[in-house]
């Protein structure tokens, strides 16, 4: 495979942060979701957040590229303020590569279109150029045969690994997982997590929202654990795992651990 994607942190390199939330809140309505959430993301980290249904995983994702807003607080993006709309919003958003629960493909483009819409229409990237860059992406998540295809003709696998395919094909910075497993059947999960295990030994910073307790152990540097809207406990997996410090991370941990 030819396409690489860039290292975002050499080894023994000082840490920088990418990603940077300080203080934030965010309700819906009389819900307090996010509760003054701080939290540091260096270049070149995993970080899988965890918790309970309705903990607040997954708007936390989803402020970190504004397709949710904040009510307070700061969000920083490789040193910048978070733009809250236009343009400058646009560009953040091209350097913050988002992969959905719910694979988010145009059903009426091909695969190839799909990764090379982006490229093209954001990046003014000439065609030609997208489409090579695209087919080795796709060459690299295992469905360049697949290209001429429309998504519908595509497993759920398949299709989730063309979503990887487009969000990469913009060069982000940082990319964010919202839960990208969970609405595939069991036999195809881990063909997807098996790409995003690659990504994260090639030093892609990754913030991913999973149920896959082995993907954390595998692939993160650190793992969040949330619960009713905090961060309640973040530690490296094999601490986290082993020796959870919280009552709430304990419960959460024995429930689904003995299953």
């Known amino acids: 495979m030819t396409s690489q994607i860039p290292v975002t942190q050499t080894a023994g390199a000082p840490a920088r942060p990418l990603v940077e939330l300080v203080g934030v809140n965010k309700h819906f309505g ?19 957040v965890i918790g309970p249904s309705g903990s607040g995983k997954s708007t936390l994702c989803r402020t970190i590229n504004r397709l949710e807003g904040i009510d307070s607080g700061t969000i920083t993006i490789d040193g910048a303020p978070l733009p809250s709309e236009g343009k400058e919003l646009a560009r953040l958003r091209a350097d913050v590569g988002m992969v959905f629960q719910s694979f988010n493909l145009f059903a009426h483009k091909t695969v190839l279109e799909n990764v090379t819409l982006g490229p093209i229409r954001v990046r003014k990237v000439a065609a030609a150029e997208a489409n090579q860059k695209a087919l080795e992406l796709l060459d690299r998540v295992g469905v360049k045969d697949q290209a001429d295809k ?29 839960e990208p497993t969970s609405a595939l059947d069991p036999e195809m999960v881990n063909e997807v997590l098996d790409v995003m295990i690659a990504l994260a030994k090639e030093g892609m910073t990754m913030v991913v929202v999973t149920h896959e307790m082995g993907f954390a152990h ?19 997996p094999n601490s986290f795992f082993t020796h959870p410090q919280s009552p709430r991370a304990k419960e959460f941990l024995g429930k689904i651990l003995t299953h």
């Open 150 to 178: 429309y998504p519908a003709q595509l497993s759920g696998g398949q299709q989730q690994r063309v979503a990887i395919a487009r969000a990469l094909a913009m060069n982000p910075k940082v990319m964010l997982f919202d």
């Open 218 to 236: 595998k692939a993160a540097h650190r793992v969040i654990f949330m619960a009713d809207g905090q961060i309640v406990e973040e530690a490296d």
């Open 30 to 48: 009389e819900l307090h979701v996010l509760r003054d959430i701080t939290l540091s993301i260096n270049a070149g980290e995993v970080v899988v």
